[in-house]
């Protein structure tokens, strides 16, 4: 018998707790759109992806990867270390020329919110788990509101092909990492996996900015601000969060929470950078988050907790 069968399930959190860490990351998952399109106006997105994972690694590994359960097997190293590139390098290299060529914060957040919808599609080609007449449902209900939030920015969002594809490119990233993280890396502890994450994709995307962006950044206080809200707050903090809720059994809380990012962006990019939301716009959020929670309602009893990854 293990250490935790013996002393019991860990004890569940207050409601004040529970629900005060899952706001907690999901408004910084939300508002990380934001601070990265503003971080964005003096670095080049791998440029500061490299120094943002760089510092975060430094930083995980003196508060928690000394004290982590490392994988023996190369193997598994490698499995952590592609997942990671997936879910971080891949998905903010996206996510941020999205961004750079003009997406509003808002509509990348809303596209990147479809991560659990494209998810249970993937899920249903490659493995024939059959999807339900709900989930079915879910995906053109999801699908038509951000047709609605498409079509009602398609004059101001920078909605350009190369836009397009960079977020196309960043969901498809996120959720092909998120799965296989779940079938490969299950049994890897989590602050380990985390190092692994940062690490690799801090060693992989510095060549990258500076072979492709010969490493463009202007330093000033608000660069500096910014990277330490990505590294303490979001890299750091909801990392630190979510393992307190995953240890507990709340993930479902977080799940649940993740429909709101796409309005905590609109509502930041509103208080920023002036770019108010129309009715319209609210309205294809509503129907596109009302999708995802039907496409997801029907698995959060049976599947496991899901490996929900930082915000970008």
């Known amino acids: 018998m293990s250490h935790a069968e013996a002393h019991g399930a860990p004890k569940p959190l207050a409601p004040a707790w529970r629900w005060g860490l899952a706001t907690y990351f999901v408004t910084v998952w939300g508002s990380g759109f934001v601070a990265s399109r503003y971080a964005l106006q003096y670095a080049s997105p791998f440029t500061y992806i490299a120094v943002r994972y760089w510092i975060a690694f430094a930083v995980?590994?003196?508060?928690?990867?000394?004290?982590?359960?490392?994988?023996?097997?190369?193997?598994?190293?490698g499995h952590a270390a592609l997942a990671g590139l997936l879910?971080?390098?891949?998905?903010?290299?996206?996510?941020?020329y999205a961004q750079?060529?003009?997406?509003?914060?808002?509509?990348?957040?809303?596209?990147?919110?479809?991560?659990?919808?494209?998810?249970?599609?993937?899920?249903?080609?490659?493995?024939?788990?059959?999807?339900?007449?709900?989930?079915?449902a879910g995906i053109a209900v999801g699908l038509g509101g951000v047709a609605l939030v498409v079509f009602d920015r398609v004059d101001g969002a920078g909605l350009t092909p190369a836009s397009v594809a960079a977020v196309v490119w960043a969901l498809a990233s996120v959720t092909a990492g998120t799965l296989?993280?779940?079938?490969?890396?299950?049994?890897?502890?989590?602050?380990?996996?985390?190092?692994?994450?940062?690490?690799?994709?801090a060693i992989v995307m510095l060549p990258l900015a500076v072979a492709v962006e010969g490493f463009a950044i202007r330093w000033n206080a608000g660069l500096a601000?910014?990277?330490?809200?990505?590294?303490?707050?979001?890299?750091?903090?909801?990392?630190?969060?979510?393992?307190?809720?995953?240890?507990?059994?709340?993930?479902?809380?977080?799940?649940?929470?993740?429909?709101l990012t796409p309005p905590v962006a609109v509502l930041c990019e509103w208080a920023v950078f002036g770019v108010p939301p129309t009715p319209v716009m609210w309205?294809?959020?509503i129907v596109a988050?009302?999708?995802?929670?039907?496409?997801?309602?029907?698995?959060?009893?049976?599947?496991?907790?899901?490996?929900?990854?930082?915000?970008?």
């Open 283 to 285: 309205a294809g959020m």
């Open 225 to 259: 601000v910014t990277l330490v809200y990505h590294v303490v707050f979001a890299s750091i903090g909801a990392f630190s969060v979510l393992l307190v809720l995953l240890r507990r059994g709340e993930a479902t809380s977080v799940t649940s929470l993740l429909y």
């Open 180 to 201: 296989y993280q779940r079938y490969r890396c299950a049994g890897i502890d989590l602050r380990a996996a985390t190092c692994i994450h940062l690490g690799t994709t």
């Open 289 to 312: 988050c009302v999708g995802v929670a039907m496409v997801t309602w029907r698995r959060k009893s049976a599947a496991p907790a899901e490996v929900l990854e930082e915000p970008s």
């Open 87 to 96: 879910t971080h390098g891949a998905y903010l290299g996206g996510s941020h």
């Open 100 to 136: 750079r060529w003009g997406l509003s914060a808002g509509v990348t957040a809303l596209v990147l919110a479809l991560q659990p919808l494209a998810t249970a599609v993937l899920v249903a080609v490659l493995f024939a788990e059959r999807l339900g007449r709900l989930q079915v």
């Open 60 to 77: 995980a590994i003196v508060l928690f990867g000394l004290r982590a359960r490392w994988p023996t097997r190369p193997a598994d190293w």
